[in-house]
Structure formats: C-alpha cells, structure tokens
C-alpha cells in the first residue's frame, strides 16, 4: 500500500503560496500546519479572515 507522506507546513511557505511566489511546486501529499503557524496567519494584516 502506497501511503502519501505528511508535510508540515513553515508560515513562509503557506504565505508564499497563498500569494502565488512558490518557486517549485509543493510534492504531493498530505499537508498540515502547526497550532502556531495557524496563529501566525490569523495575525497576518495582508490576510483577511
């Protein structure tokens, strides 16, 4: 059975590809994020909720 690998997510990167200036795509997989970098978007001016 192939399984997809877990990727945690760095703030920098959920941010640079919200804003479309990822150099590379992400592999595929299953992606989540950290309880603080959940914070740290929420805190973010440029994003609105």
């Known amino acids: 059975m192939l399984t ?3 990727i945690l997510l760095d703030t ?3 941010l640079y590809f919200l ?6 795509p ?3 997989g ?3 994020i950290s309880v603080i970098t959940e914070i740290e978007l ?3 001016p440029s994003l609105s909720p």
């Open 4 to 6: 997809q690998p877990l």
């Open 12 to 14: 920098n990167v959920v």
């Open 19 to 24: 804003g479309g200036r990822l150099v590379n």
């Open 26 to 28: 992400l592999p595929s």
């Open 30 to 32: 299953e992606y989540f």
């Open 42 to 44: 929420l805190s973010d």
